[in-house]
């Protein structure tokens, strides 16, 4: 067996004793201590959940966005592709690149300096050629993520605000980022339960059964904290109101 680092063995000693699963709260304030004694940078605090779902079913498949109240934590670089006026509106709103060809181009010879593709629904046809490229960096332009639309400027403010998507994989899984660990406890604590709150809304009809089967709340580097799933509707609700 693999002897512990003394990074590891810090986290052990930080984490004896402490009851799981937790509450939400309690859960980012142990994160939270654990990361400002053994980590050197701002950690990116993560959700994990497991869903009684079967994504083979294509009614059971879950896709869709929300905005942290608190944001990310980061610059989120957002590129749009429309046309005319639209290019305009885009800029205004904020975003980082806006065009249609010279976009197009640069992103078919490798360019992806950015986080965010938003592109108008008369553009899409443009898209289909890239979407090899731009499917498996999960870049693509989709209606259900709200980023295919007409109204780019609103789209713009959304991403930059700190809109992210949740998807669940193959596996029934979401992985989702909710901010930073120099968070204050407050804004985490906000921004996991507003995540969750959304989560919770996406049920599909046709699953049956616990529909949330485990959550895991943790950071780049540090330990994962279960926490009580059944009691987690109730604690979302109490804090998104």
Avoid at 101 to 119: N, R, Y
Avoid at 137 to 144: A, D, R, S, T, V
Avoid at 178 to 195: H, M, Q, R, W, Y
Avoid at 222 to 235: F, H, T, Y
Wanted: charged content about 25%.
């Amino acid at each position: 067996m693999a002897k512990l680092t003394k990074r590891q063995k810090k986290v052990n000693e930080l984490m004896e004793g402490f009851e799981q699963p937790s509450s939400i709260k309690p859960a980012i304030e142990k994160l939270q201590e654990v990361s400002k004694a053994v980590s050197k940078f701002d950690e990116t605090v993560e959700c994990h959940m497991r869903l009684g779902i079967d994504v083979k079913h294509a009614d059971q498949q879950i896709r869709s966005t929300v905005v942290l109240p608190a944001g990310l934590g980061k610059e989120v670089r957002v590129c749009v592709i429309a046309k005319g006026s639209k290019v305009d509106d885009a800029k205004a709103a904020g975003a980082d690149y806006a065009g249609t060809e010279d976009i197009l181009d640069k992103i078919a010879g490798g360019w992806f300096e950015f986080d965010t593709l938003i592109a108008t629904p008369d553009c899409m046809g443009m898209l289909g050629k890239l979407g090899r490229v731009l499917g498996p960096k999960g870049l693509m332009p989709n209606p259900k993520t709200g980023t295919v639309t007409q109204d780019v400027a609103a789209a713009v403010k959304a991403a930059k605000a700190g809109k992210v998507e949740f998807r669940a994989d193959k596996q029934g899984m979401i992985h989702c980022p909710v901010g930073k660990i120099k968070f204050s406890t407050e804004d985490l604590t906000k921004n996991f339960a507003t995540l969750a709150d959304a989560i919770l809304k996406a049920k599909p009809s046709s699953a049956k059964g616990t529909f949330v089967k485990s959550v895991y709340i943790t950071t780049t580097m540090g330990p994962g904290i279960k926490l009580d799933n059944r009691n987690l509707a109730a604690e979302v609700k109490e804090i998104v109101g």
